[in-house]
């Protein structure tokens, strides 16, 4: 019998239990859908990346990786019924979008859709609290998730016997990606680093797993054996909260989840969030991360949720535009990462932070950047500035550098009124 795996956020042999169910059927079709609806909302980073990654993982199966494009509702079918497949096999999709179209496929197939694994340690709606139902707030949550536990990552199926069809040709790539360089990627990190340095965007000590975990090169469940940090274990964690509280409230997309901020007044994107875009505000330390997206596809995370601040509460341009902006630009975009992690910067979230908390761009500068090194490595306006007066150019020559397009103290107080209007 012939069984076709249907890759997706999976691009990987080893660890992935629904090749594993494949391959027990003894031929392997295996198959990549290049979605035009997905391929459109992505940007060149993630297409690039994605298409690296496939170069990868079809020559870890002799070349013999079959690529269609097209709407997977009449793709995966076709490809089913051109090889006579007894099953088709993929990793459980959370996501809106990804259930509805797995859904859509099912439903279109003349032989079974198994589903099995997932692209989490413990995949959403596994964790319930003492009365059944799901965690609001992440602190319970982490705890129920550690103790739940997961599975022991598991080898690479000894032996499959890969069935050659035709297949689309890939756009050309010039990143490195794919299940190798990921494992490569971890097992040269120092994960102690981590701890202490984690919100340093000018030491560069964060893993970059996030682009890895993305697209399945590599499971959270290979990271998380023998993997003695905590802080580093909640990050994970909260990356599986995030999926588990979109495969409950899809809504949570663009909308937030506390319905109270649906009456929150916000301004439209113009001029200013133009300038937001091109890294061109005038606070350095908003700029470097939002060039760095530019030029890279990666933004550190301590700079994420001061450049979404700044948007939300300096510029009181809605969440939802700089996470559609995040979407195309990032490397690693994840639809529930982002989503949420705007909402939570935003204060509308699920266990968001308070709204009253709103990011000084120059004072965490100073605080996680202090010798100015990560400002002058993106803005090369600044680098005739010593040490951390790169964080406050207006005072120390400026040169060609803008200056600030709003006063920060005025903006965070209007951020505040704004807040009230809708307490009240």
């Given at each position: 019998?012939?069984?076709?795996?249907?890759?997706?956020?999976?691009?990987?042999?080893?660890?992935n239990?629904?090749l594993?169910?494949?391959?027990?059927?003894?031929?392997?079709?295996?198959?990549?859908v290049?979605?035009?609806?997905l391929?459109?909302?992505?940007?060149?980073?993630?297409?690039?990346?994605?298409?690296?990654?496939?170069?990868?993982?079809?020559d870890?199966?002799?070349?013999?990786?079959?690529?269609?494009?097209?709407?997977?509702?009449?793709?995966?079918?076709?490809?089913?019924?051109?090889?006579?497949?007894?099953?088709?096999?993929?990793?459980?999709?959370?996501a809106p979008?990804?259930?509805?179209?797995?859904?859509?496929?099912?439903?279109?197939?003349?032989?079974?859709?198994?589903?099995?694994?997932s692209?989490?340690?413990?995949?959403?709606?596994?964790?319930?609290?003492?009365?059944?139902?799901?965690?609001?707030?992440?602190?319970?949550?982490?705890?129920?998730?550690?103790?739940?536990?997961?599975?022991?990552?598991?080898?690479?199926?000894?032996?499959?016997?890969?069935?050659?069809?035709?297949?689309?040709?890939?756009?050309?790539?010039?990143?490195?990606?794919?299940?190798?360089?990921?494992?490569?990627?971890?097992?040269?990190?120092?994960?102690?680093?981590?701890?202490?340095?984690?919100?340093?965007?000018?030491?560069?000590?964060?893993?970059?797993?996030?682009?890895?975990?993305?697209?399945?090169?590599?499971?959270?469940?290979?990271?998380?054996?023998g993997?003695?940090?905590?802080?580093?274990?909640?990050?994970?964690?909260?990356?599986?909260f995030?999926?588990?509280?979109?495969?409950?409230?899809p809504?949570?997309a663009?909308?937030?989840?506390r319905?109270?901020?649906?009456?929150?007044?916000?301004?439209?994107?113009?001029?200013?969030?133009?300038?937001?875009?091109?890294?061109?505000?005038?606070?350095?330390?908003?700029?470097?991360?939002?060039?760095?997206?530019?030029?890279?596809?990666?933004?550190?995370?301590?700079?994420?949720?001061?450049?979404?601040?700044?948007l939300?509460?300096?510029?009181?341009?809605?969440?939802?535009?700089?996470?559609?902006?995040?979407?195309?630009?990032?490397?690693?975009?994840?639809?529930?990462?982002?989503s949420?992690?705007w909402?939570?910067?935003?204060?509308?979230?699920?266990?968001?932070?308070?709204?009253?908390?709103?990011?000084?761009?120059?004072?965490?500068?100073?605080?996680?950047?202090?010798?100015?090194?990560?400002?002058?490595?993106?803005?090369?306006?600044?680098?005739?500035?010593?040490?951390?007066?790169?964080?406050?150019?207006?005072?120390?020559?400026?040169?060609?550098?803008?200056?600030?397009?709003v006063?920060?103290?005025?903006?965070?107080?209007?951020?505040?009124?704004?807040?009230?209007?809708?307490?009240?």
């Open positions: 019998m012939t069984a076709v795996m249907w890759f997706r956020r999976d691009l990987r042999l080893a660890d239990p629904a594993l169910d494949a391959a027990a059927s003894g031929r392997v079709l295996g198959l990549f290049v979605d035009p609806l391929w459109g909302r992505s940007g060149d980073p993630r297409r690039e990346h994605l298409a690296a990654s496939l170069r990868s993982l079809s870890s199966m002799g070349g013999r990786l079959v690529v269609r494009r097209g709407d997977p509702a009449a793709v995966v079918p076709a490809v089913a019924d051109e090889v006579g497949a007894s099953s088709v096999h993929i990793s459980a999709d959370y979008y990804g259930q509805k179209r797995d859904e859509q496929v099912e439903a279109a197939l003349t032989c079974p859709l198994v589903r099995t694994g692209p989490y340690a413990v995949a959403p709606g596994r964790i319930r609290n003492q009365q059944g139902r799901p965690y609001q707030v992440f602190t319970p949550y982490f705890k129920a998730w550690l103790a739940h536990g997961w599975r022991q990552p598991v080898a690479a199926p000894a032996e499959v016997t890969w069935v050659k069809a035709a297949s689309d040709e890939l756009p050309p790539a010039s990143v490195v990606a794919g299940e190798q360089a990921a494992l490569r990627q971890w097992q040269a990190y120092d994960v102690s680093a981590y701890e202490d340095e984690r919100d340093r965007p000018d030491l560069d000590s964060t893993s970059r797993m996030s682009v890895p975990l993305k697209y399945g090169e590599i499971h959270p469940r290979t990271i998380l054996a993997l003695r940090s905590d802080a580093f274990r909640r990050e994970l964690a909260w990356r599986e995030c999926a588990d509280l979109l495969a409950r409230y809504q949570a663009w909308k937030p989840l319905p109270e901020f649906e009456n929150m007044r916000y301004d439209e994107p113009g001029e200013l969030f133009d300038a937001w875009c091109a890294g061109r505000t005038g606070f350095p330390f908003v700029d470097a991360g939002m060039r760095q997206l530019a030029e890279t596809g990666f933004m550190h995370n301590r700079v994420r949720m001061v450049v979404a601040s700044f939300v509460k300096d510029l009181h341009v809605h969440w939802k535009y700089g996470a559609r902006w995040f979407m195309r630009s990032l490397r690693d975009g994840d639809l529930a990462s982002n949420l992690n909402q939570w910067v935003a204060g509308c979230g699920a266990d968001a932070a308070p709204y009253f908390r709103i990011f000084n761009p120059v004072a965490q500068g100073l605080k996680f950047d202090p010798q100015g090194e990560y400002v002058r490595r993106w803005v090369p306006e600044l680098r005739h500035l010593r040490g951390k007066t790169a964080h406050e150019p207006w005072k120390h020559g400026a040169g060609t550098y803008p200056a600030p397009v006063d920060h103290a005025e903006a965070r107080r209007e951020a505040l009124r704004r807040y009230d209007a809708i307490r009240s």
